[in-house]
């Protein structure tokens, strides 16, 4: 059985072959190991995250959403915990999204595709979708076997099938409804969704994503990652020499022959490997490859195949780690007698590293010192002065107001530009001279038009930088814009 | 078939014969699913002829199994958002002018329409920025012909002045040379008199003392004592430093000569009321009002 996954075996020799390729499925088998327990932590940390993040609370005051993580698209906001962004701050999803590329590249160069073997969603998922099916129709050979049978289906095994997908359509169904939930108070659109009373385009997504979910992770699964992704073809050229890939250590391994073999001849003194071409290594591959013929394009580096073959090694009484994390230039030194060297610290490394911090630095500043009252002024173009009756000169400006806090707050207009001008709101009848008053209320911005004038004998000859000043009266706190006062 | 190809001795698969400076192609089929979606997407194509208008015929077109024409699409849309909008229009055509102005949203929804209906109906003679042009007034500063309140910049907007609406406003510039009233020399007398209401420098050695006299004589009835103009009558003011046809000695012999009486249309019944509001208030709080 074992012998017709060796993809050696499979290669069509010099026959044109049909059209199209169909799919070899692969019947991962369960391993455990170091590897397995790192990924089955991650998997519960992601999936946790996934599924519970929504109905975590946050505390934002009266009024504000007090859900952690919130996309509010008909308010155009975004909250995460302590952070609330508004559309005009949307370079932080760029400097998110150089952070997650550059964090990509680091990776990439310490370990490979370590992302695709350990924290990919595709990954993740197909990895719970697998072990489902595993509790439910058995280990690899039980599953090769059940699918091989010719025999009519009988009720046990109809029973297992459709348990088996009702499972995985339950989680993908899960998934689908998670999502949803990070666009709404979750737990009151839970309620709206199972009364029926939810937004249409909720159920259209948790469709759509229940299907992509099922079908990816139920079906497609390796070819996913074989076919469809573009990172396994962009992370061969971001590789170097020194990235650390799950590896056959070659050096070792080779020649391969049976236990009793080698040791008959390990007795004889003679120099032998210590692969014993047991297949495992391939067995437990989810993407059905076999390590030992080199890096290839399918391996996603999740190390199971490590953990495999360690249990091998310990059950023979070998050295472990046979096949490991490592580079080709450890095993052409090893093959030449010198110790192996494993360098992480590599100009690649610390630029990458160097780039997440810059970048998160900045963007944690902008975070941190980020103003909660904004304003922006655009002045009138057409036309850009205006000579009023008495010959004094008014200029319009249009005057957007961002009170970015949870409360309604009292703001104060102060313009500093022509020497005695004056100021009116249109719509505002300015209880102190020339010093407007409007009230904005929470989490919103005001557009005003405002009117500055120079009187006569005051008239600028040129443009004159004019700045507004606004100020929360209760607060204190003071955001300034500058444009030009302009003669006609 | 086999010579098309050869065998690749590095991979040991047959190659498909193409070959680009030197390197081969070898031949390695679709996977199953890739070939399956290809055909579907060509099987969801001739859905979507049948189904969609597509074809061109001779002088018209297939319409498709349910009719489908982006025109209706297009209408029905536009009628949703007349829906949406007409509840908004109608909390307008409700309110008060001065109602209007002192509610914020009110005000924001009022601009923001009347922006839109001065730039397709006014914006031709006012400019796009209602900044005006020689004997089209500028709506942003504080001089009105017509009155600048609130009123009286929409009963403006209504009836229009000399439109030949009944309720218009009325009020010409007379011609005082074409008609033979005054004068060439007394309208270049009366013309610096003018100039001086407004500090403007005058010709000299005119005689001010004449310039007075024709004026009382003649302008006074619609300009007023001491040329301060009438808003009922549309008759400037003609001591402030705004001209509509200009200020210079030229432009004023020709207005004193030839009389102006320009056109402002009336809007009422072309606009609905609600429009006609809001074009007043954006209006009014382009220069601030009155
Ligand atoms: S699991 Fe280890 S010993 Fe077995 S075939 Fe693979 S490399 Fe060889
Ligand atoms: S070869 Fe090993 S590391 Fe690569 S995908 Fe297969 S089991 Fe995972």
Redesign the interface.
């Known amino acids: 059985m074992n012998k017709a996954v060796n993809p050696n075996e499979l290669?069509?020799?010099?026959?044109?072959?049909?059209?199209?390729?169909?799919?070899k499925k692969v019947y991962p088998q369960s391993v455990s190991g170091s590897f397995r327990r790192i990924k089955w932590g991650l998997m519960a940390f992601c999936l946790g995250v996934y599924y519970l993040l929504p109905f975590v609370r946050w505390n934002r005051g009266l009024g504000a959403p007090n859900q952690a993580v919130l996309i509010d698209l008909p308010n155009s906001r975004f909250y995460f915990f302590f952070i609330e962004l508004w559309p005009q701050e949307v370079y932080y999803f760029t400097g998110l999204l150089i952070v997650a590329a550059v964090a990509l590249f680091l990776m990439n160069s310490i370990g490979g595709r370590i992302w695709c073997g350990y924290l990919c969603p595709q990954t993740v998922w197909t990895d719970l979708f697998y072990a489902v099916e595993r509790l439910i129709e058995g280990d690899r050979r039980e599953r090769m076997k059940k699918d091989a049978s010719a025999d009519p289906m009988k009720l046990e095994r109809i029973s297992e099938i459709v348990l088996k997908h009702s499972i995985w359509l339950l989680i993908a169904w899960w998934t689908g409804g998670a999502w949803v939930l990070y666009f709404n108070d979750a737990p009151t659109l839970v309620k709206e969704l199972v009364t029926f009373q939810g937004p249409m385009i909720a159920y259209i997504w948790i469709g759509i994503l229940t299907a992509t979910t099922y079908l990816l992770a139920g079906y497609?699964r390796e070819?996913v990652c074989t076919?469809m992704c573009p990172w396994p073809r962009i992370q061969a050229a971001l590789t170097d020499e020194w990235a650390l890939n799950v590896t056959y250590r070659y050096d070792r391994g080779e020649k391969r022959t049976s236990v009793k073999k080698a040791a008959e001849l390990r007795a004889l003194g003679e120099q032998v490997g210590d692969c014993v071409d047991c297949y495992q290594c391939v067995a437990v591959c989810p993407t059905g490859i076999d390590i030992r013929n080199g890096p290839q394009l399918e391996c996603i580096q999740c190390g199971l195949c490590i953990d495999a073959c360690d249990t091998v090694m310990k059950k023979i009484g070998r050295p472990t780690r046979l096949i490991a994390y490592d580079n080709d230039i450890n095993i052409q030194r090893r093959q030449e007698g010198k110790p192996p060297i494993y360098r992480i610290v590599r100009p690649r490394t610390v630029i990458y590293s160097a780039m997440i911090v810059a970048v998160g630095g900045i963007m944690l500043y902008a975070l941190l010192t980020r103003s909660l009252l904004d304003v922006n002024v655009l002045h009138?173009?057409?036309?850009i002065a205006?000579?009023?009756?008495?010959?004094s000169i008014?200029n319009?400006y249009t005057v957007r107001l961002l009170n970015k806090r949870g409360f309604d707050r009292v703001i104060a207009i102060d313009v500093d530009g022509p020497v005695n001008a004056t100021v009116?709101v249109?719509?505002v009848d300015s209880v102190t001279p020339d010093r407007p008053m409007i009230v904005i209320g929470r989490d919103q911005t005001?557009?005003l038009?405002l009117?500055v004038t120079a009187p006569a004998e005051q008239n600028p000859e040129k443009s004159i930088p004019v700045h507004f000043h606004v100020t929360d009266i209760g607060l204190g706190e003071v955001a300034t814009a500058t444009d030009n006062f302009v003669a006609p | 078939?086999t010579d098309h190809?050869e065998?690749d001795h590095v991979?040991?698969?047959?190659t498909t014969g193409h070959e680009w400076d030197g390197i081969k192609e070898l031949?390695?089929?679709?996977?199953?699913?890739?070939?399956i979606t290809f055909y579907l997407t060509i099987i969801w194509a001739i859905g979507y002829w049948i189904v969609y208008p597509a074809w061109p015929l001779i002088s018209t077109n297939t319409t498709g199994l349910f009719g489908y024409s982006t025109r209706a699409s297009l209408a029905v849309e536009l009628a949703n958002l007349e829906a949406v909008r007409g509840e908004k229009m109608a909390a307008l055509a409700k309110a008060s002018l001065a109602e209007i102005?002192?509610d914020?949203a009110l005000?924001?929804l009022a601009?923001a329409k009347g922006r839109t209906v001065f730039g397709d109906n006014c914006a031709p003679c006012h400019?796009?920025?209602?900044?005006g042009a020689k004997g089209f007034p500028?709506l942003?500063?504080?001089?009105w012909l017509w009155g600048g309140t609130l009123d009286q910049i929409m009963q403006t907007i209504q009836y229009g002045a000399r439109s030949g609406h009944a309720k218009t406003h009325e009020g010409q510039m007379l011609a005082f040379g074409k008609d033979g009233v005054l004068k060439p020399d007394e309208i270049v007398t009366v013309a610096n008199y003018v100039r001086s209401l407004s500090g403007l420098p005058t010709r000299q050695g005119y005689d001010a003392a004449k310039g007075e006299k024709i004026f009382t004589e003649n302008c006074v009835a619609c300009h007023g004592d001491g040329g301060k103009g009438n808003a009922e009558l549309g008759a400037p003011?003609l001591t402030?430093?705004?001209w509509l046809y200009g200020s210079d000695e030229a432009t004023l012999i020709e207005t004193i000569s030839q009389g102006r009486s320009g056109v402002m249309p009336a809007w009422d019944g072309r606009l609905d009321p609600a429009t006609l509001k809001a074009m007043a208030v954006y209006v009014h709080?382009?220069?601030?009002g009155k």
Do not use: F
């Open positions: 290669q069509p020799e010099g026959d044109y072959g049909p059209l199209y390729a169909s799919r497609m070819q076919y009138d173009r057409n036309p205006v000579k009023l009756s008495d010959g008014r319009a009116h249109v719509g005001a557009e038009r009117l | 078939m190809g065998i991979s040991g698969k047959s031949n390695t089929p679709l996977p199953r699913w890739w070939l102005e002192k914020p005000l924001a601009r400019g796009s920025g209602a900044a500028n942003n500063d504080d001089d003011n402030d430093k705004i709080s382009l220069g601030g």
